[in-house]
């Protein structure tokens, strides 16, 4: 699903790449985190993937297009099928959860009637039911969270990647969060999760990337948020 | 890509009104700038309509000798007529046939009666196909026997085709200017409309929005700018041009003024492509630095 090719990432006028020469390889329906401290090209990795930015060095292929040679023009079908998680849910507020969610759909020209049907249903998913008409500010954090997984997975994209998204929450709010993404990754979607929440990763122990200076340091099936500490 | 109208209008017209100042200034600068392009183009279509019909009339009159042979007379008609690539049309007047116009014009009164004999000469009445060439023309004709004397309307027609031209010029540039600030102030406009809509552009980028739907609304934005700025100034101008036409008709019966409306027509057409060409490079300009997608 996502292969990674040698590729090096350097940052316009930065003095050392943020990702070095590194390879990777993500299969259907994979859960994976990727682990490391402040600074170790986390968000550099995941904005790579939806072509934010574009490799200096090596290739990049997602469902088997080389995303780093792509057209311009191509790139809108790309991020159609990689649904995407922040930190900051990055919610527009002045639209209630059922509209943010529908946004996204309205925006790629789907029609009325798929997003009438699919909406309430992801929103369902995500425990939001009775939430559709509130707004972001009357949402807590983890319900804010929610709502940006509810866009994020409406358009069913094989790929979900997630910054960093419990940073802002509490553990137990946390841990709800992560286990929504557990969900969704049964339902056959690949989930890649970009944290330090190193409690989260030891207890779920799934595939861990562990990055540190842009390099890789672990890959490691079953794994944990470190060996040392 | 899917492209729904009416949430492209929907979306100019909110961007509009939370930017109203400066969406208004473009506008403004708009309507001023072909408002300069519009009049100077009616005063010089204006002019260059009088000076079709002043060509069609006689240009140059060449005043006979009394007394000359009708076969000279003759030659020198057709050798004037052989002149046919500057020369459109010669009309001999006989002296019997320029008394005739001349009581036709003083009918009623009785200036005519002081006339004794015929005083008139006989005359050719050339009409160019091009009135730069009259000095030319005259010039060849200067000296002949025949010739009692040359009258041309040179400094008319000259003034008139330098008039048309500076009016052209200086509308061009007047309107070129302006134009270009309007195209800036347009820019400014959907920059800050562009800002406005930052979380929502990042979003629709997100999720895979095509770039043309990211990019439409604010170009329709610029264009719709645009083509206000030009509506208003054709109104303005229709009003100036009723006003003028009606005072200059007044002043001077004789012209004739205004403009065919074919022409007028073809002016409001031009503005209006104008105003929308103003409005989408403005746009452009800003979507290109503003709007990476
Ligand atoms: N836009 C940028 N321009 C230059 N350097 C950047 C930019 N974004 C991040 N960096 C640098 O790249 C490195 C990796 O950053 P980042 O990917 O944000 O790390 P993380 O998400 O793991 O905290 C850091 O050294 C950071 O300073
Ligand atoms: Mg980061």
Redesign the interface.
Known sequence: MIKINNVTMKYKGAHSPAIKDINVDIDRGEFVFLVGPSGCGKSTFIRLL?RELIPTKGKIFIAGHDIANMR??K???????IG?VFQDY?L?PNKTAYENVA??L????KPNRIIRAQVPEVLRLVGLEGKSESYPDELSGGEQQRVSIA?AFV?RPAIILADEPTGNLDPATSGDIMSLFNKINRTGTTVLVATHDREMVDNMRKRVLALEGGTLIRDQQRGVYGYEE | ??I?PF?FIKESFKSFSKNWIISMAAITTVTLSLLVLGFFMLVAFTVNNWMNMTERKVEIVVFLNDGVPAESVQSLQSEIMSWNDDVRKVTYVSKDQALERLKKEFKGSDMLSMIEGNPLPASFEISLKDPAKADEIVKRLKGRSEIESIRHDKQTVERLINFTKMARWVGVIFAGLLAFAALVLIANAIRLAIYARR??I??????????W?IRWPFLLEGIIQGLVGAVIAIAILSVIRAAIEDNVKRLLAFLPTGLPSQSYWQLTFALVIAGIMIGAAGSALALRRFLR?
Not at chain 1, 106 to 109: A, L, Q
Not at chain 2, 202 to 211: D, E, F, H, P, T
């Open positions: 939806i311009r023009g790139v809108p079908q790309l991020r159609r099928n995407c990055k527009l946004f996204a309205d925006v790629i020209g866009r358009n | 890509m899917s729904r949430y979380r929502e990042a979003i629709m980028r997100l999720v895979g929005a095509s770039n739907f997608v």
